[in-house]
């Protein structure tokens, strides 16, 4: 089979960008590891910066966004006896929203089908070729067992940290800079309305905790805990238990729930470069991985292919390689940006080291609730930077 672009990982990477596609008229093929309701059912990410809903409503996808997404000024950081509320939309002039992957998924899904474009989802031994020519193709096992070869002129790999697009670059070219953190998160979802109106950010003596929200009636909580942690020792009393300890705070009371969904999430930073080999680009979490603390993953992948679906159409639709030949170094300004600022609030909220440590994080605490400049800075990279022109513009 051939086609245009063959698009490897239908996360939200590769479904945006294969939306993004077909608005420019330029047919992909969508090849996915996991099952259509695999897919559209896993819980992630949750936080959309103004640029991310903005392209999403620019493309055609905002309508469920907007009729159920909750839109945030800010965010809360707290340490013990303290809560502070920061102030986007005064700070940097952006909100953020509250919308999770799962409906973002659900939503470009079904943008897919409208399209009436080739999806093959439960494929297998799925592997990149000839990535330095012309002609790059993608072979694979399709759900019904047969061999299937798509020959494209672009291959797209979207296929997240554990995918094998990247391994179509040479070894000898790859650089990949990673850092595993001491911790890790465990995740709640629960059927309880929010306690809050927006996030809070809690640094604790025992532990980091983040309450956060996916609707008005499902609250989403994490808990720091050992990277190694077993998720059977943690019952839902010990659960509520800390997280009522580390989000303590006088006159304020943490209403609990039914708990849906419980899962351990290592915290790791990752960039690999380059991100284009060839007619082979990377995009999303296949090239580059960041903790949760900022946010930043999901609106990362977004920003990532908005940049490639232009650079696409200009080399396939204009024979203008200028934007493809920009793409590595353009997207990985704002990747670094992204990873130093996921590391820095990472690093800010976590219990890690020692006493002179965790003073020093209570500095830096006080210091961005104090100082307007150094509450503008998070304000400005939690917010988000400008998604870059895609093929909407
Ligand atoms: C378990 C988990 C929990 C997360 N939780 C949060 C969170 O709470 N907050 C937050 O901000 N961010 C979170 N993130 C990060 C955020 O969800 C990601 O940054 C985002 O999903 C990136 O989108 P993507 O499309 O690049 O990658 P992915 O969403 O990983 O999509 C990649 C796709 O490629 C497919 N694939 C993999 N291997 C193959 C193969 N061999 N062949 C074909 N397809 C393949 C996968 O099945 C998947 O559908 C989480 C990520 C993970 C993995």
Redesign the pocket.
Known sequence: MRCRVAI???????LLLAHLLDAAGIESVL????SAEH?ASRI????LESGTVDLLRRAGLGDRLDEEGMEHRGIYLQWPGERHHLDFVNLAGRSVWVYG?TEVTKDLMAARRRAEQAAYYN?SD?EVHDADTERPSVT?IDEAGDAQRIKAEIVAG???????SKQAVPQAVRHTWERNYPFAWL?ILADVAPSSNELIYAWHPDGFALHSMRSHSVGRFYLQVAPDEDIAEWSDDRIWHNLATRFALDGWKLDTGTITEK?V?PMRSFVTTPMRRGRLFL????AH?VP?TG????N??VADVALLSRAIADLLLRKDSRAADAYCETALNRVWRCTHFSWWMTTMLHRHGDDFDAELQLSQLRRIVDSPSAATELAQNYAGLPIPLSTLD
């Open positions: 490897v990982g239908a996360g939200p990477a590769g090849i996915e590891r996991q897919v992630r990410a949750g936080i992957q494929a799925v694979f979207c296929d997240g940290y554990h995918g094998p995740g899962s999430l995009a999303g979490d296949a991985i949760p946010a930043k993953g999901l990362l992948a």
